[in-house]
């Protein structure tokens, strides 16, 4: 934006990942935690709910006159309302790709820099490849021809043993429950932090389906994800399925076919049996 004459300025709700802040140090940049919102437009990029920014989201529910959303997830109903233009690729295996695809179409010159924070992105979107397609490849060329290095990204992503997340991912193999449903296996278990991690353990250990929630008083969380190949054969869309569990509990929810989440108010146990029920009705009817 800047290169077209635009001031721009990037921002983050709440913190920055451990990630986050090895990819921006090894970039040499910034990034604001909780920008001001004195600006003319807000661009959200990946995120689907203003409820994934926090006390931010609020704040640009209130105050801000144009919203643009740049996302590959299915957007929340509660977010169409308030914002004036939406460019949304769900077939798109990463953000970064979507924006890559942007800057060519506006004109823009990809710098090394620009080239080294977008080939972060892809790899951290799509597992490391695990989930890109054949035009994520293409990207990552690109992206290489601009001045990048695949090797020094790949060391920037490198993080070192993390203690906490191990013994998270121990309490939620040993709180997994097993749900068989028409063949297929649904893993489900509780835990208060690395959500996504533990249900992205459980759907590489095997699992077709695999729901992690966590619940601190009212507030609820659920983070779902299901093997690839297992949400295209069943027609299983897990971001729609969170999307309507979210309007039930009073919040949001969406995401990927493969990957989605959703947080509300309420018991935990209502909405497990709540989804356990949509899961075992979807799978009924392939």
């Given at each position: 934006?800047?290169?077209?004459?635009?001031?721009?300025?990037?921002?983050?709700s709440e913190s920055v990942g451990l990630v986050a802040k090895s990819i921006l140090k090894a970039a040499g940049r910034e990034i604001a935690v909780d920008p001001t919102l004195d600006a003319d437009i807000i661009v959200l990029v990946d995120t689907s709910s203003f409820e994934?920014?926090?006390?931010?989201?609020?704040?640009?529910?209130?105050?801000?006159?144009?919203?643009?959303?740049?996302?590959?997830?299915?957007?929340?109903?509660?977010?169409?309302?308030?914002?004036?233009?939406?460019?949304?690729?769900?077939?798109?295996?990463?953000?970064?790709?979507?924006?890559?695809?942007?800057?060519?179409?506006?004109?823009?010159?990809?710098?090394?820099?620009?080239?080294?924070?977008?080939?972060?992105?892809?790899?951290?979107?799509?597992?490391?490849?695990?989930?890109?397609?054949?035009?994520?490849?293409?990207?990552?060329?690109?992206?290489?021809?601009?001045?990048?290095?695949?090797?020094?990204?790949?060391?920037?992503?490198?993080?070192?043993?993390?203690?906490?997340?191990?013994?998270?991912?121990?309490?939620?193999?040993?709180?997994?429950?097993?749900?068989?449903?028409?063949?297929?296996?649904?893993?489900?278990?509780?835990?208060?932090?690395?959500?996504?991690?533990?249900?992205?353990?459980?759907?590489?250990?095997?699992?077709?389906?695999?729901?992690?929630?966590?619940?601190?008083?009212?507030?609820?969380?659920?983070?779902?994800?299901?093997?690839?190949?297992?949400?295209?054969?069943?027609?299983?869309?897990?971001?729609?399925?969170?999307?309507?569990?979210?309007?039930?509990?009073?919040?949001?929810?969406?995401?990927?076919?493969?990957?989605?989440?959703?947080?509300?108010?309420?018991?935990?146990?209502?909405?497990?049996?709540?989804?356990?029920?949509?899961?075992?009705?979807?799978?009924?009817?392939?």
């Open positions: 934006m800047n290169q077209l004459g635009a001031r721009a300025e990037a921002g983050v994934h920014l926090g006390e931010l989201g609020k704040k640009i529910r209130q105050k801000a006159h144009r919203i643009v959303v740049i996302d590959h997830h299915r957007p929340v109903e509660g977010m169409k309302e308030l914002v004036e233009l939406y460019y949304v690729k769900e077939s798109a295996a990463s953000e970064s790709e979507i924006i890559l695809e942007l800057i060519h179409e506006l004109g823009a010159k990809v710098t090394p820099e620009m080239a080294f924070l977008l080939l972060a992105g892809i790899l951290s979107d799509t597992g490391q490849f695990r989930l890109a397609k054949d035009e994520t490849f293409g990207a990552v060329q690109k992206l290489i021809e601009a001045g990048t290095s695949y090797i020094k990204v790949l060391d920037a992503l490198k993080m070192p043993d993390d203690m906490s997340k191990r013994v998270a991912m121990l309490k939620a193999a040993q709180r997994l429950v097993l749900h068989k449903m028409d063949g297929q296996l649904v893993a489900f278990s509780e835990l208060n932090s690395f959500e996504a991690d533990a249900a992205a353990m459980f759907v590489r250990m095997g699992a077709d389906v695999a729901i992690v929630g966590s619940e601190d008083k009212d507030d609820i969380r659920l983070c779902g994800r299901a093997r690839e190949n297992f949400s295209k054969d069943a027609s299983l869309h897990l971001g729609e399925i969170m999307s309507e569990l979210g309007k039930k509990f009073n919040g949001s929810g969406g995401g990927h076919a493969g990957a989605a989440s959703m947080t509300g108010k309420g018991k935990l146990s209502e909405a497990k049996e709540q989804l356990l029920k949509v899961l075992q009705h979807s799978l009924k009817k392939t």
